[in-house]
Nanobody
């Protein structure tokens, strides 16, 4: 029900935009990432109605989440990338919720396949 795309090889300091398309209504869409050998980490989320956004400290000021409700798509614009941003990026959907979306993984019901972002020169 969710599909992430847009990953690839990016140079340090570069940019990439990920897309998450979904086929049902969600209260919020989140992006998580998982680097090799590390636990899955929450990156950002956005409520589909109202467009309320929330970011992890590690990406605040560099990443921007946005959405197009007419196309059921949420984007993650990633700028000024570091090698530490290398990971598989997943999008996830919360079917219900209220207020600001958050990082709690249990809030998200459905997950898409990840897309790999590699930051390397």
């Amino acid at each position: 029900q969710l599909q992430a795309s847009g990953g690839g090889l990016v140079q340090p300091g570069g940019s990439v935009r990920l897309s998450c398309t979904f086929t049902r209504n969600y209260y919020a869409i989140a992006w998580y990432r998982q680097a090799p050998g590390k636990e899955r980490e929450w990156v950002s989320c956005r409520t589909t109605r109202g467009g309320r956004e929330h970011y992890a400290n590690a990406v605040k000021g560099r990443f921007a989440i946005s959405g197009d409700n007419t196309e059921n798509t949420v984007y993650l614009q990633m700028n000024n990338l570091y090698a530490e941003d290398t990971a598989v990026y997943y999008c996830a959907g919360a079917r219900e919720g209220w207020g600001l979306c958050g990082a709690y993984i249990g809030d998200y019901d459905d997950w898409g396949r990840g897309t790999l972002v590699t930051v390397s020169s």
